[in-house]
């Protein structure tokens, strides 16, 4: 994986790089893909069957509008993610189990930590553009994420 600076240095009109307002909580702090959308408030319905399937080389970026009322992803669906092969989640909202998520080995970005979870009554919206943390991001992008952030690009960047 290329690593975000020198993703910035080399392609500085390609991409567009979020506000730095998220904390590493997964096992792999780098990782890259192409995003798969969905937005959704405090119900993380949509996000476990996204989950459920094969993730290869794909990163699930949730807009859950940075709400600070639950938690959208814990250590159960950080485990299915792995188990699945999910490059990443990038969760514009919180997460809890972070012990348990921390040995995944995944990418999980988010905002805070909350103990408790989420709604379940299907809501959301799958491949929708979302817009957060300054940047716009649509399903079929790419985003590369490591301990310095966090870019987006409409095509796979290659040296």
Same mark, same amino acid.
């Given at each position: 994986?290329? =690593? !975000?600076?020198?993703?910035?240095?080399?392609?500085? $009109?390609?991409?567009?790089?979020?506000?730095?307002? %998220? &904390? #590493?909580?997964?096992?792999? $702090?780098? %990782?890259?893909? &192409?995003?798969? !959308?969905? &937005?959704?408030?405090?119900?993380?319905?949509?996000? &476990?069957?996204?989950?459920?399937?094969? @993730?290869?080389?794909?990163?699930?970026?949730?807009?859950?509008?940075?709400?600070? /009322?639950?938690?959208?992803? @814990?250590? /159960?669906?950080?485990?299915?993610?792995?188990?699945?092969?999910?490059?990443?989640?990038?969760?514009?909202?919180?997460?809890?189990?972070?012990?348990?998520?921390?040995?995944? /080995?995944?990418?999980?970005?988010?905002?805070?930590?909350? =103990?408790?979870?989420?709604?379940?009554?299907?809501? @959301?919206?799958?491949?929708? $553009?979302? /817009? %957060?943390?300054?940047?716009?991001?649509?399903?079929?992008?790419?985003?590369?994420?490591?301990? #310095?952030?966090?870019?987006?690009?409409?095509?796979?960047?290659?040296?």
């Amino acid at each position: 994986m290329l =690593p !975000t600076a020198d993703i910035c240095d080399n392609f500085p $009109t390609k991409v567009l790089v979020a506000r730095p307002i %998220f &904390k #590493d909580f997964g096992g792999k $702090t780098a %990782f890259f893909g &192409k995003v798969v !959308t969905i &937005k959704t408030l405090d119900d993380n319905t949509k996000v &476990k069957k996204i989950l459920e399937g094969n @993730g290869e080389n794909q990163v699930l970026v949730v807009d859950g509008e940075g709400s600070m /009322n639950c938690a959208l992803l @814990g250590g /159960n669906l950080a485990l299915l993610a792995s188990q699945n092969n999910w490059s990443g989640i990038i969760i514009n909202g919180c997460v809890r189990d972070q012990l348990e998520i921390m040995v995944e /080995n995944i990418g999980v970005k988010a905002l805070a930590v909350h =103990p408790k979870k989420s709604e379940k009554n299907d809501g @959301g919206e799958y491949k929708v $553009t979302l /817009n %957060f943390a300054d940047i716009s991001i649509s399903d079929g992008d790419y985003i590369y994420a490591d301990e #310095d952030g966090i870019v987006v690009s409409k095509e796979e960047l290659k040296f």
